[in-house]
């Protein structure tokens, strides 16, 4: 009796093995949008019209607690790396195109962790993370392919990118320059790269695309059918902002189709994030949150994010534990099957999101940066409830209203001010989102308690890697693109 039950258990366990052993990794589609405002979704404003993005945000599972960086360059290589970027020398600002700077190569790239699982890796879109050297560009960070630009925006259309005064073409595939792409919406292209990979791909291999789509960066341009949606909305660039919004919600739902077409729908997980906060400057909106892009506000930190399709155990619901930037590396490796890196600072949530379990993250760091003028934030902190800033907040540090009747968007800047240094706010998110009761005098000791938490993150902070920029870099010298080969 008891060699059959030994025999039973074993087999058992043989089964149960072999099962793992055959386990299917999903595809996984990562897309990031580009200044996507809080409210600039239709599930939350009813002036848009984003009827995929809704669709897959309601059919899965809105992460309501999404947290990224103020800023486009430490969003991404928190997203790429599960690093705080004031561990990195990213903290301050973004990385221009013309900076002998990019994100560190001796850091493991999430596609880098996915090939070893493997995973086809694939990237469409905007890269951010610095070009000086090749080593520094998508295909030496883990990317089979990459279709895309490396620099922070680029006109729609020409492709080209403007800063301190050097002009260049930015736009290639793989690593070629492709200036077939001159002349047509970039968001258009984007979706015919993708509907290309997706139906070209061997279904039996994993595939992970990185989608960082231009949409809605500035320069504010869409065609015309797409404006023409929002007649009713009276300022010019609002209106043009939210066709470029439906644009981009066009490539989701022609990527999702194309999905179903080949046979990959359900067997993907899409997870969708912005980069950062809107920009009300450039027609963005975050209402009622606080703030913009460029300030650790809420507004500019708290973004539209979900998660749909295989793996999900409980859907149809709004998670409300936190998640940050850094969590999606660990996240991902860990939906893909992999065991997902200890030695960052990402927490993979994969468990808690898909179960709607509480979330494994209690306190995060919104930004630390020592190199003045902190134009998006000298310092926050998020311990629980409680939020702390310790300084210059950001340059839009008030509330604003979309400007759909109203031809005006006047948005005045608020520049650094150094009496600002040891100023403190202090905000209960749960009861107060929009951070309108600061509660930093009435509350002492917990000002005390968060600050002693930031000094201790603060002795990891290594010095922001923010150099002039170079007239080495100047497209003028590689034929008038801009082109890695110069640090």
């Known amino acids: 009796m008891c060699n059959c039950l030994q025999n039973l258990l074993f087999f058992i366990c043989i089964m149960l093995k072999t099962a793992h052993g055959q386990a299917k990794s999903p595809h996984i589609l990562f897309i990031v949008a580009d200044d996507f405002g809080w409210n600039d979704v239709g599930f939350r404003n009813p002036n848009i019209s984003t009827p995929n993005i809704d669709k897959l945000a309601k059919e899965g599972i809105i992460l309501d607690q999404a947290y990224v960086q103020p800023v486009c360059s430490p969003s991404r290589s928190a997203f790429m790396t599960g690093m705080y970027p004031f561990k990195t020398g990213l903290q301050h600002l973004v990385v221009w195109p013309d900076q002998k700077v990019c994100a560190p190569t001796n850091l493991t790239f999430l596609p880098q962790h996915l090939k070893k699982l493997g995973y086809a890796t694939h990237m469409i879109?905007?890269?951010?993370?610095?070009?000086?050297?090749?080593?520094?560009?998508?295909?030496?960070?883990?990317?089979?392919?990459?279709?895309?630009?490396?620099?922070?925006?680029?006109?729609?259309?020409?492709?080209?990118?403007?800063?301190?005064?050097?002009?260049?073409?930015?736009?290639?595939?793989?690593?070629?320059?492709?200036?077939?792409?001159?002349?047509?919406?970039?968001?258009?292209?984007?979706?015919?790269?993708?509907?290309?990979?997706?139906?070209?791909?061997?279904?039996?291999?994993?595939?992970?695309?990185?989608?960082?789509?231009?949409?809605?960066?500035?320069?504010?341009?869409?065609?015309?059918?797409?404006?023409?949606?929002?007649?009713?909305?009276?300022?010019?660039?609002?209106?043009?902002?939210?066709?470029?919004?439906?644009?981009?919600?066009?490539?989701?739902?022609?990527?999702?189709?194309?999905?179903?077409?080949?046979?990959?729908?359900?067997?993907?997980?899409?997870?969708?994030?912005?980069?950062?906060?809107?920009?009300?400057?450039?027609?963005?909106?975050?209402?009622?949150?606080?703030?913009s892009k460029i300030t650790v506000y809420e507004g500019g930190t708290r973004v539209t994010s979900f998660v749909h399709g295989t793996g999900l155990k409980k859907t149809g619901y709004t998670y409300r534990g936190m998640i940050h930037a850094v969590d999606w590396s660990p996240t991902i490796v860990a939906a893909a099957g992999g065991v997902p890196d200890k030695n960052i600072d990402g927490i993979s949530q994969w468990d808690n999101i898909r179960t709607g379990g509480q979330s494994s993250r209690t306190e995060f760091i919104y930004n630390l940066d020592d190199l003045p003028p902190y134009q998006t934030g000298h310092a926050a902190i998020r311990m629980g409830d409680y939020k702390l800033i310790v300084g210059y907040p950001g340059l839009y540090p008030n509330w604003y209203p979309p400007p759909t009747y109203t031809d005006d968007n006047y948005i005045k800047e608020v520049p650094y001010d150094a009496s600002q240094n040891n100023k403190t706010q202090l905000f209960n998110l749960k009861d107060d989102p929009n951070e309108h009761d600061d509660l930093s005098t009435k509350l002492p000791d917990l000002v005390e308690k968060l600050r002693t938490r930031m000094a201790e993150y603060h002795k990891q902070m290594v010095p922001a890697n923010y150099p002039a920029g170079t007239s080495t870099a100047d497209p003028k010298n590689y034929n008038g693109f801009w082109t890695p080969g110069w640090c």
């Open 125 to 291: 879109g905007k890269w951010h993370l610095g070009f000086c050297k090749w080593q520094c560009t998508p295909t030496y960070r883990g990317f089979d392919s990459f279709y895309g630009y490396y620099t922070s925006h680029e006109d729609y259309y020409r492709k080209s990118n403007s800063h301190d005064k050097l002009l260049g073409f930015d736009f290639r595939k793989n690593m070629e320059t492709n200036e077939e792409a001159i002349g047509t919406y970039s968001t258009f292209q984007y979706t015919t790269r993708a509907l290309n990979l997706i139906s070209q791909h061997n279904k039996s291999q994993p595939f992970f695309m990185y989608m960082p789509l231009q949409s809605v960066h500035a320069p504010i341009q869409v065609p015309i059918e797409y404006e023409n949606m929002y007649n009713h909305i009276r300022n010019e660039g609002r209106r043009k902002f939210s066709g470029m919004v439906t644009a981009m919600d066009d490539v989701i739902g022609n990527v999702t189709e194309a999905l179903k077409a080949n046979d990959m729908y359900d067997d993907t997980l899409i997870i969708f994030s912005s980069d950062n906060g809107g920009w009300p400057a450039e027609y963005g909106n975050n209402f009622p949150l606080r703030g």
